[in-house]
T-cell receptor, first 115, second 111 residues
Framework: GAGVSQTPSNKVTEKGKYVELRCDPISGHTALYWYRQSLGQGPEFLIY????????DSGLPNDRFFAVRPEGSVSTLKIQRTERGDSAVYLCASSLGVADYYEQYFGPGTRLTVT | TQLLEQSPQFLSIQEGENLTVYCNSSSVFSSLQWYRQEPGEGPVLLVTVVTGGEVKKLKRLTFQFGDARKDSSLHITAAQPGDTGLYLC???????????FGAGTRLFVKA
């Protein structure tokens, strides 16, 4: 079956611009997570959705970052007024439910480069 | 803030050698996971350990969770070039939705 997909795979943008990153989770997965992975680091938790609602957005670095999941499936991570420090790989993951025994399945990520 | 420290950061070994990588924290986690990540891909779950002192084996890989549930180790026996990749440990707390990742150990196995 289809795994988690993310689009675009690469995004280059100029400082100050707005970007949207899309995540299509595995069908039927109610939980969806966004992470950011900088070079040489592990993934850093950003936000988690259970259904349509953001259950925990404590990892979002500031108010330039926002994520939605309006129908409980596809999610979009939105970054306003991008800065060079936002450059990273943004990973999305989904799972059947919430608990440490529900495996998170990761997408391949979107590599964002802010010039 | 909960942190996970992994060591070594980088390991280059010959095919057939054994190796151990470590994941340490000052915090207690309800479970620890190990992932492997290839370039251009997302992490893939290898194992979840839940009970203090637990040992799990996956072919040539042996995972151990510390008795106090603050640390874990991954031991690979007779490493092969196909084991090359980034190994990440991750800790979860009760509720299991906020995963804390270590910075990873980058393993390179030479043929």
């Amino acid at each position: 079956g289809a795994g988690v997909s993310q689009t675009p795979s690469n995004k280059v943008t100029e400082k100050g611009k707005y970007v949207e990153l899309r995540c299509d989770p595995i069908s039927g997965h109610t939980a969806l997570y966004w992470y950011r992975q900088s070079l040489g680091q592990g993934p850093e938790f950003l936000i988690y959705f259970q259904g349509t609602g953001a259950a925990d957005d404590s990892g979002l670095p500031n108010d330039r970052f926002f994520a939605v999941r309006p129908e409980g499936s596809v999610s979009t991570l939105k970054i306003q007024r991008t800065e060079r420090g936002d450059s990273a790989v943004y990973l999305c993951a989904s799972s059947l439910g919430v608990a440490d025994y529900y495996e998170q399945y990761f997408g391949p990520g979107t590599r964002l480069t802010v010039t | 803030t909960q942190l996970l420290e992994q060591s070594p950061q980088f390991l280059s070994i010959q095919e057939g050698e054994n190796l151990t990588v470590y994941c340490n924290s000052s915090s207690v986690f309800s479970s620890l996971q190990w992932y492997r990540q290839e370039p251009g891909e997302g992490p893939v779950l290898l194992v979840t350990v839940v009970t203090g002192g637990e040992v799990k084996k996956l072919k040539r890989l042996t995972f151990q969770f510390g008795d106090a549930r603050k640390d874990s180790s991954l031991h690979i026996t007779a490493a092969q070039p196909g084991d090359t990749g980034l190994y990440l440990c991750a800790g979860l707390n009760t509720g299991g939705f906020k995963t804390i990742f270590g910075a990873g150990t980058r393993l390179f196995v030479k043929a």
